[in-house]
């Protein structure tokens, strides 16, 4: 049989770094390479304590059909949360609950993206997401990184000169991959350049708890008194990736089409995994949780820093990154990047390329991105002890 794509996806290819993710499930490399969150990090027991009391108290719950919009309860709560301590949702916005804040990227360029129309992104930026749009055939145009977020001239540029913008996708905490946090005043400009352009946001926010140095910033949501912002909430990395569940907060007309659309891809969120979410956020105490698993990564990241300090410095540099899962290290000019790569992954250490983040691999880059969230301690001091060696061979 000659299997024939579709023009939507044909140009999507397995990408070079497919490679390197197969060594990083064998046991003999040391992966600094997933976006896991750490083993201790799950609340395994209390998660635990309440899938068993549903099931024996109210089965039917968590085993029958549901609705598409998500479980009312854990709806109401998100909104009332989001609204507390975040300053989102306005009377013109709704709430639905979704498989993972992958599938708002999904849902949303779904509904509102034509072919051929333009995402702006920032460049270097989330590959699950680039994906997605491009399976829907968007141009994406990639915005350059400062060290506090998006260079708004860039962006404004683009604005003024892309044909067709549908919408900036960003992600202002802790981004995956560069670890960069957006500032204040560029958070104010992004969202007053997307009102005048006429272009809507999607931000993208699974990091936001996870700050372990400085003081939390408003979201772009907050500021939101037009209806021009998709908010993307997520609980992977502050409950469990596995359970699939995220949200998204937005204008009702736009989650009334992107329901529409989930309809047709999975009728609803698992709803077991809703009803777990919902009680613990509600039974326990949440706040302490997130506490709890700042602590465990504020001490991983000092691990890190500590490492790269003396291994690393002075030839590779790295971003600031206050919180979130990744360090986004730069490398010295004249040391080619994918040859780097390399040379660790033949000492058992995979790090992700960096490339892999742009809207285009072909474009130039000096950069590899480094998880601490997964390793344990011994491989992460391992695994920079044998990055170091790999630079100092190179230079
Ligand atoms: C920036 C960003 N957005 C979205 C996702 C997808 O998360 P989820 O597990 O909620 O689908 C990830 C996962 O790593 C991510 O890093």
Request: net charge negative; proline share 6%.
């Amino acid at each position: 049989m000659e299997y024939k794509f579709s023009e939507r996806v044909l140009s999507l290819k397995p990408s070079a770094i497919r490679e390197i993710f197969k060594y990083a499930a064998d046991p003999t490399y040391i992966s600094l390479s997933a976006g896991n969150p750490a083993p201790e990090a799950f609340p395994a027991k209390q998660l635990g304590e309440i899938s068993a009391k549903l099931m024996a108290e109210n089965p039917i719950l968590a085993l029958q059909y549901s609705t598409t919009e998500g479980y009312v309860p854990l709806r109401e709560h998100l909104k009332d949360y989001m609204k507390k301590t975040h300053n989102v949702g306005r009377d013109f916005d709704d709430l639905i609950v979704t498989s993972g804040a992958q599938q708002i990227m999904d849902l949303f360029t779904k509904s509102i993206l034509n072919e051929g129309e333009t995402v702006l992104c920032e460049a270097p930026s989330f590959i699950g997401s680039l994906n997605d749009f491009r399976s829907y055939r968007a141009k994406l145009v990639g915005i350059p990184m400062d060290t506090d977020g998006m260079n708004m001239e860039a962006l404004e540029k683009a604005l003024q000169t892309e044909r067709n913008v549908k919408f900036i996708y960003t992600i202002p905490n802790f981004q995956n991959p560069s670890g960069i946090t957006m500032s204040l005043e560029k958070r104010r400009r992004l969202y007053e350049l997307a009102k005048q352009y006429g272009v809507m946001i999607l931000e993208d926010n699974p990091y936001g708890d996870l700050r372990y140095e400085g003081e939390p910033l408003p979201t772009i949501k907050s500021f939101d008194e037009d209806g021009i912002v998709l908010y993307a909430g997520s609980f992977s990395k502050v409950i469990s990736p596995g359970m699939r569940v995220g949200y998204a907060i937005g204008p009702k007309p736009v989650l009334a089409k992107m329901t529409v659309c989930k309809q047709g891809q999975d009728v609803h969120t698992n709803i077991w995994s809703q009803v777990v979410c919902y009680r613990f956020m509600t039974e326990y105490d949440f706040d302490a949780h997130l506490e709890g698993l700042r602590a465990i990564y504020t001490k991983k990241r000092a691990l890190l820093l500590d490492l790269m300090e003396k291994n690393l410095a002075p030839h590779i540099t790295w971003d600031p990154f206050n919180g979130g899962l990744f360090a986004w290290c730069h490398l010295p000019k004249g040391v080619d990047m994918m040859a780097f790569v390399q040379k660790a992954l033949e000492k058992k250490v995979c790090v992700v390329p960096g490339t892999a983040f742009l809207t285009s691999e072909n474009e130039p880059c000096d950069a590899f991105r480094i998880n601490f969230s997964t390793p344990t301690d011994e491989q992460l001091t391992k695994g920079i002890e044998l990055l170091g060696e790999t630079i100092r061979e190179m230079i």
